[in-house]
């Protein structure tokens, strides 16, 4: 693994070199579409200032600039019913905005003032910095039990890496970070060599050039080095129960993987994962196990790439590109009462998936649907220039074209090899968001009988089938099933 982590790395700053990049996307629509990327992200911040950045995109991006307040920006961009975006993750910095051509000019002004003429304002810092806190410990700690699984899954995970804790930051980081330190990381990141732009629809001929003239006000920079250490190896099953009082289970799990895009391999593993559980489709095999036959939770998905934010999309975000990716299982959310039967069987089907692999007929069907679901990818000019700017970094073709291409040359031989290589049902991290969370430590670690009861009748064979996956053991070490309260959750960088 460590060799290809290593080569993938390479390949991408390889396919990044020879900055400043322009990405355009010319038709006729009379949208302008306009994406600043900056190479950089929570992975570049100094220690001890886990949320720099953030906090610092934050401030373009919902602060005022160095002549406008932000009152006065959303006033002016009120008329236009437009605004300007930002997402930040760990190896790239986004702000989009979509306009009228109409008012190309005018919005425009404001886009540009807002990245290259930033305010800098305390008042506008201490609004931005409480919103991010508040983030943490409200909106994902206290109000969203599935997405702060996740979340714990990729702290546990990546622990003592810089992919270690959510990108928003560490919340004693966060209270201590000062307004010289977002200039500091402004400065030292937001730099032409980590610059790429895009833009998209019915804009004049001359307008990307005018683009690249005002961001080549950027300092040059220096490009960075994405060396990034491995992931530490699992051992064994590892499993974070997180304490919190909650009406439900919320269940995630998984491991690192080498495959990115980039990767022989990827476009096979988008075929496994779509069978296994295609996010927000009922077609997926742990949806219709799970759901569909016994009636146990809501949604049941599977990943090979970061996906946040998926309470809440039908279709992953662009522009969240990373030379690491881990495989992950959503489960959510899980009565209580049959917590720990849920766990087993998204265990049970894993099994099964890894050592089985996919049948002819499956293979098939999933393919012809990949096929078609590729294209609502990039449905819109925003997502498609973001698609292509992550093309970009990975270093392959326009994504559409390029699946397809990795679609049709694929067989169920290779897809089922590469399930094989890449995915496991051992040395597994889970996480857990649950009430009563040394009951549900306590049941896991006996593998004490977990048998499931149904309010209607259920076919012979299914209550069959559960009776073998009640006993199913789980192999948790006592030292390896941790019980954390949900007070302690991104408050310090573990």
């Not at 919902?62 to 002549?67: A, D, K, L």
């Not at 010289?180 to 980590?194: E, G, I, M, P, V």
């Not at 988008?270 to 759901?291: D, F, I, K, P, T």
Request: aromatic content about 10%; proline content about 6%; glycine content about 6%.
């Amino acid at each position: 693994m460590k060799g290809t982590l290593v080569v993938t790395a390479l390949m991408i700053t390889s396919a990044l070199d020879g900055a400043p990049r322009l990405v355009p996307l010319p038709d006729k629509s009379p949208l302008v579409t306009m994406r600043v990327v900056l190479l950089t992200g929570a992975a570049q911040e100094p220690a001890g200032q886990e949320g720099v950045a953030a906090l610092c995109a934050a401030m373009l991006a919902q602060g005022g600039t160095r002549t406008l307040s932000y009152k006065q920006i959303v006033d002016a961009m009120f008329p236009m019913a437009t605004s300007v975006d930002y997402q930040v993750d760990k190896e790239m910095v986004t702000f989009s905005g979509v306009t009228h051509v109409d008012n190309l000019e005018k919005y425009y002004a404001l886009f540009r003032a807002m990245l290259l003429e930033p305010g800098w304002r305390q008042d506008d810092f201490d609004r931005l910095r409480d919103d991010a806190v508040n983030f943490l410990r409200v909106t994902l700690r206290g109000n969203n039990d599935e997405e702060l699984s996740k979340e714990v899954l990729y702290n546990a995970l990546y622990q003592g890496h810089p992919y270690g804790y959510h990108s928003i930051g560490v919340i004693s980081s966060i209270q201590n970070l000062t307004l010289d330190n977002l200039r500091d990381f402004y400065k030292s990141q937001f730099t032409q060599a980590n610059l790429i732009l895009g833009v998209a629809g019915g804009y004049p001929k001359s307008f990307p050039e005018r683009l690249k003239k005002d961001f080549a006000a950027l300092p040059q920079g220096t490009k960075s080095e994405r060396r990034l250490p491995d992931p530490k190896p699992l051992s064994g099953n590892r499993l974070v129960i997180v304490e919190k009082d909650t009406r439900s289970v919320a269940y995630s799990f998984g491991f690192p993987i080498e495959v990115t895009r980039g990767h022989p391999d990827y476009v096979a593993l988008l075929v496994a994962q779509s069978y296994l559980g295609q996010h927000r489709s009922s077609a997926g095999r742990l949806y219709e196990r799970m759901r569909q036959q016994r009636g146990l939770n809501y949604g049941d998905y599977a990943y090979i790439e970061y996906f946040p934010r998926g309470m809440f999309r039908m279709m992953p975000d662009p522009n969240l590109a990373r030379p690491q990716q881990i495989f992950q299982v959503w489960i959510r959310p899980v009565e209580p009462d049959t917590a720990h039967f849920g766990l087993r069987l998204a265990m049970y089907e894993l099994n099964k998936f890894v050592a089985q692999g996919m049948s002819q007929e499956d293979f098939e069907r999933i393919r012809s649907f990949l096929s078609k679901y590729v294209n609502l990818l990039i449905k819109t000019k925003d997502a498609e220039l973001g698609y292509a700017i992550d093309s970009l970094y990975y270093g392959i073709p326009e994504y559409n074209g390029f699946i397809k291409k990795g679609l049709s040359q694929l067989t169920l031989e290779k897809v089922n090899r590469a399930i094989r290589k890449h995915l496991r049902a051992e040395r597994i991290q889970f996480v857990a968001v649950a009430r009563n969370a040394q009951e549900l430590r306590g049941k896991i670690l006996s593998n004490q009988p977990s048998p499931m009861k149904y309010n209607s009748e259920k076919p012979g064979d299914l209550l069959a089938e559960d009776a073998v996956i009640q006993e199913l053991k789980l192999d948790f070490k006592p030292e390896n099933v941790v019980v954390v309260p949900v007070d302690r959750i991104f408050e310090a960088r573990e």
